[in-house]
């Protein structure tokens, strides 16, 4: 999953690097990964776990947004990419239905686009998105969970809700509802910055200063295959995703 990429739409030369993998406890995968730096789409996606069929629903949310076509104008990007998305969340919805037992068939999904000099990102679910820039990490992304709204309404701390036996409930998803609400936001990109996509299986494991710390060095290579051996080492009890790009 290795791009190094000189994209037409991009004044910046943009490296990534991803990895998924299935971690210590879950016999499947149900986490994806797209890694399309040739037009600068990064994808990340958590199929919802425990659920039927949360590997079909990562992967349907990738597979469509393989199709994504790079864009002439901004907008019909953004456009393209929720379009396909809502495809996916009706699909899901329908599927589940079909089910014999009442069931929910989703993903999580997070993606970055590299956009001229634009970075614009899109998230449902607690797969997140950090930004490096002067050493400093900055999460980009909020969470879509319940323990988010309780740190919001200031019932627990943010420490608090790193242990919280909720800490898996999410408050959207791909597929959980009969309408998609994606979040969106765009930034300026900036050279020197590194962004980080990854799904929870590598957040429950490591924390924003250890973040912080190894985001500082290396390759986006190297960098990825050091937070995921970590992750292992500390028993990866979920499926874990990782890619990092940066922005030269």
Not at 90 to 98: F, G, N, P, S, W
Not at 172 to 183: I, K, P, S
Not at 211 to 229: A, S, V
Request: glycine fraction near 8%.
């Amino acid at each position: 999953f290795m791009t190094n990429s000189s994209q037409t739409n991009i004044p910046f030369s943009v490296t990534s690097f991803g990895i998924t993998d299935v971690g210590k406890a879950r016999k499947h995968n149900e986490d994806s990964i797209l890694d399309r730096g040739e037009i600068g789409l990064w994808v990340v996606a958590d199929g919802m776990g425990g659920h039927a069929k949360g590997d079909v629903a990562s992967q349907m949310i990738v597979e469509s947004m393989k199709k994504v076509h790079e864009g002439v104008k901004l907008e019909s990007y953004i456009d393209d990419i929720e379009e396909r998305l809502i495809k996916v969340n009706e699909k899901l919805v329908a599927k589940a239905r079909e089910a014999e037992k009442k069931t929910t068939i989703g993903s999580t999904v997070v993606l970055m686009l590299a956009y001229e000099k634009y970075c614009v990102y899109a998230w449902a679910g607690d797969s997140r998105l950090y930004r490096l820039r002067d050493k400093e990490l900055r999460q980009m992304t909020t969470d879509h969970s319940q323990v988010e709204v309780y740190v919001e309404q200031g019932l627990i701390s943010r420490e608090e809700a790193a242990v919280h036996p909720h800490g898996n409930m999410i408050t959207r998803a791909v597929g959980a509802a009969e309408v998609l609400h994606l979040d969106m936001d765009i930034q300026e990109m900036r050279s020197g910055d590194r962004y980080l996509l990854c799904s929870d299986g590598l957040t429950k494991h490591t924390n924003d200063l250890e973040f912080q710390d190894m985001l500082q060095t290396g390759t986006p290579e190297e960098c990825c295959k050091e937070m995921i051996e970590l992750t292992l080492e500390r028993g990866a009890g979920d499926n874990v995703t990782v890619i990092i790009i940066d922005v030269d």
